[in-house]
Every structure is written in structure tokens, then in C-alpha cells.
């Protein structure tokens, strides 16, 4: 008998990613806060593309544990803030030799999440490029098509990220093994350092910051940036982190960062993840980061003040 895929967390990555491989004829069930049971339990909503017709995919809701359905295959998509608090609830669920899938933004919930597990269970990190937003609570827009690159974090199953691999290929997305996957999480750290608390606290979208204004503040984190990467021994991403940086600028230019969004929202965002644990390895290594140490307070004052 086949094994469900379960999905803990019903934003647009979860929704999208739920989707997707529902669509394939996999059993998908999605694990939610007991408020989002009435919407979800219709269906969600996916348009594949900002022009696309709504189709409507059934997947199963649950909003309480269940010892006698383990979860061998969970997808973990909150915040990644929210990514470990999540997880307990639904710990006592996982089975012995579960697969654990973290889509989270930045560093920090990864070691967080691992915590939790046995030496027995796999968990598998990921860096994620698919754009996506919700229209509304259940509702997920496909805006562009990226890639999943994904590696073993913790755990003993070498084959985990393979058969994570084929499920999303499966599904339509675009996935690949990425080992050792911790320089492609600094990578992306490293771009969301710069691009989310710039336009957050600016309030302008991802394309602002190729103008002439925003250069000098975007070089200078990029520098204090490599200053990190050259004592942790991580190459910089192909092309150069700054080079990289700005193809990102240019190539989402109409998007608002999650955590514009998030700040605009009221609700707290992913700065802790993103640039603090950048900040947290800067300290060890004895390195002072004062673009990004202002940039940080900047997004802690503007969330203490919505």
C-alpha cells in the first residue's frame, strides 16, 4: 500500500507543494490548525500561472494527531520560526524511520527540528526558488516556476533525498539532489539577507533595489557577506554573490519580499532566521557586520511598532 505524504503547514509553499502532488494521484493529507479545517476540507485552490483558470484539488485536512497513522513522509512547511513548535505536535506520530522535508527560509530551524528527531528518523533541508502567494485561505498562485534543491541535514537515510526527488519530478516540479546542501543554504541565506529587510524597511519592491539609491547598501552587504563565507570556507555562488544578488533583483523585480509582506501584514517575519543566525555566526567568528547589524534592528523596531 502506498504511504501518504503528509504536508504540516497550509501557506503558499505547502498549499502549492500539497497540490502538486495530489494532482499525481498521491495520497496527500495536510496537517492544520483546527481554524483552517472548514476551508481546506473543500479543496484547494491552485492557478498555475497569475492567468490561469482555478482548478479545485481534494487532499485530506487533519488537525489532531492520530497514534495509530504514522507519518513515514511529511513535507515541513510553516515559517521557520514556527517550523519546531509545529512539529511536536505531530511528533509522536512520526514513525521510527520517518522523512522529514524542511522548505524553511534561512538557518536555524534546521538544527531546531532536528533536535526532535531519533538517530532513526531522516531530515532533509531545501532550498526553494518556486514563487507563490496566496489569493486567500486555501487558494495558492503559482507565479513562477523555480527549482528545489534538497540534501540530507541529519539522520541515516542516504537515499531519502532521491525519493524526495522523483516525488517532486513526479509532481511537475523542478527538484534536484544538492549534497553537501549547507553551502546552498548559505547562498540563499545570503540573498535574503540582502534583498528582505532592504525592501522591507524601504516598503519597495524587489526592483528598487537596482537603482542607483540602494547600490552603495547592497555592495556593502554583499562584502560584509563574503567576510562570512571566506572563515566558514563556503564558495561563492557561481558568477559571484554580488552578481548573483542582483540577477535575483532583476529576475523577481516585480515581487514584494515575504518579509515586506509579512510587515505589512502585522505579523512577525523571518529576520531571526535570515539575518540573525548570520549575525549569530559573525559573532562566533569574531566578526563585526554593522550594515547588517542596522538592517536587523531596523526590522526588529519596525515589528515592535505595527
Same mark, same amino acid.
Given at each position: 500500500?502506498?504511504?501518504?505524504?503528509?504536508?504540516?503547514?497550509?501557506?503558499?509553499?505547502?498549499?502549492l507543494?500539497?497540490?502538486?502532488?495530489?494532482?499525481?494521484? #498521491?495520497?496527500?493529507?495536510?496537517?492544520? &490548525? !483546527?481554524?483552517?479545517?472548514? *476551508?481546506?476540507?473543500?479543496?484547494?485552490t %491552485?492557478?498555475?500561472?497569475?492567468?490561469?483558470?482555478? &482548478?479545485?484539488?481534494?487532499? /485530506?485536512? /487533519?488537525?489532531?494527531?492520530?497514534?495509530e497513522?504514522p507519518?513515514?513522509?511529511?513535507? $515541513?512547511?510553516?515559517? +521557520?520560526?514556527?517550523?519546531?513548535?509545529?512539529?511536536?505536535?505531530?511528533?509522536?506520530?512520526?514513525?521510527?524511520?520517518?522523512?522529514?522535508?524542511?522548505?524553511?527560509?534561512? %538557518?536555524?530551524?534546521?538544527?531546531?527540528?532536528?533536535n $526532535?528527531?531519533?538517530?532513526?528518523?531522516?531530515?532533509?533541508?531545501?532550498?526553494v526558488?518556486?514563487?507563490?502567494?496566496?489569493?486567500?485561505?486555501?487558494?495558492?498562485?503559482?507565479?513562477?516556476?523555480?527549482?528545489?534543491?534538497?540534501?540530507?541535514?541529519?539522520?541515516?537515510?542516504?537515499?531519502?533525498?532521491?525519493?524526495?526527488?522523483?516525488?517532486?519530478?513526479?509532481?511537475? $516540479?523542478?527538484? =534536484?539532489?544538492?549534497? @553537501?546542501?549547507?553551502?546552498? $543554504?548559505?547562498? #540563499?541565506? +545570503?540573498?535574503?539577507?540582502?534583498?528582505?529587510?532592504?525592501?522591507?524597511v524601504?516598503?519597495?519592491?524587489?526592483?528598487?533595489?537596482?537603482?542607483?539609491?540602494?547600490k552603495?547598501?547592497?555592495?556593502?552587504?554583499c562584502?560584509?557577506?563574503?567576510?562570512?563565507? &571566506? /572563515?566558514?570556507?563556503?564558495?561563492? @555562488?557561481?558568477?559571484?554573490?554580488?552578481?548573483?544578488?542582483?540577477?535575483?533583483?532583476?529576475?523577481?523585480?516585480?515581487?514584494?519580499? *515575504?518579509?515586506?509582506?509579512?510587515?505589512?501584514?502585522?505579523?512577525?517575519?523571518e529576520?531571526?532566521?535570515?539575518?540573525? *543566525?548570520?549575525? #549569530?555566526a559573525? #559573532?562566533?567568528?569574531?566578526?563585526?557586520? @554593522?550594515? !547588517?547589524?542596522?538592517?536587523? =534592528?531596523?526590522? &526588529? =523596531?519596525?515589528? !515592535?511598532?505595527?
Amino acid at each position: 500500500m502506498e504511504q501518504v505524504i503528509y504536508v504540516l503547514g497550509a501557506g503558499s509553499l505547502g498549499l502549492l507543494y500539497a497540490s502538486r502532488l495530489a494532482r499525481t494521484g #498521491k495520497t496527500v493529507t495536510l496537517l492544520v &490548525k !483546527h481554524s483552517q479545517t472548514n *476551508s481546506l476540507g473543500l479543496g484547494i485552490t %491552485l492557478r498555475e500561472g497569475e492567468a490561469a483558470l482555478a &482548478k479545485r484539488v481534494f487532499v /485530506r485536512v /487533519r488537525s489532531e494527531p492520530s497514534a495509530e497513522t504514522p507519518i513515514y513522509q511529511l513535507i $515541513l512547511a510553516t515559517k +521557520a520560526g514556527q517550523a519546531a513548535a509545529a512539529l511536536s505536535k505531530w511528533q509522536d506520530q512520526l514513525a521510527d524511520n520517518a522523512e522529514i522535508l524542511m522548505l524553511q527560509n534561512g %538557518l536555524g530551524s534546521q538544527a531546531e527540528v532536528a533536535n $526532535l528527531l531519533t538517530l532513526n528518523q531522516t531530515l532533509l533541508a531545501a532550498s526553494v526558488t518556486e514563487g507563490a502567494y496566496l489569493e486567500k485561505a486555501g487558494a495558492v498562485v503559482h507565479a513562477g516556476k523555480g527549482v528545489t534543491q534538497l540534501g540530507r541535514w541529519s539522520g541515516p537515510s542516504k537515499d531519502a533525498a532521491a525519493r524526495w526527488v522523483s516525488r517532486l519530478t513526479i509532481a511537475g $516540479l523542478t527538484a =534536484e539532489v544538492t549534497e @553537501p546542501i549547507r553551502p546552498v $543554504l548559505w547562498h #540563499k541565506l +545570503a540573498i535574503n539577507s540582502v534583498i528582505n529587510p532592504l525592501t522591507a524597511v524601504n516598503r519597495v519592491e524587489n526592483g528598487a533595489l537596482a537603482s542607483r539609491e540602494y547600490k552603495p547598501q547592497v555592495d556593502a552587504l554583499c562584502a560584509e557577506l563574503l567576510q562570512v563565507f &571566506k /572563515r566558514l570556507g563556503i564558495a561563492e @555562488p557561481e558568477g559571484g554573490l554580488l552578481y548573483r544578488v542582483e540577477q535575483v533583483i532583476l529576475s523577481t523585480a516585480a515581487n514584494r519580499s *515575504s518579509m515586506l509582506q509579512d510587515m505589512d501584514a502585522g505579523k512577525k517575519t523571518e529576520i531571526d532566521y535570515i539575518t540573525g *543566525s548570520l549575525l #549569530k555566526a559573525a #559573532k562566533v567568528l569574531k566578526l563585526n557586520l @554593522p550594515v !547588517h547589524q542596522a538592517l536587523y =534592528e531596523a526590522v &526588529k =523596531e519596525a515589528e !515592535h511598532s505595527d
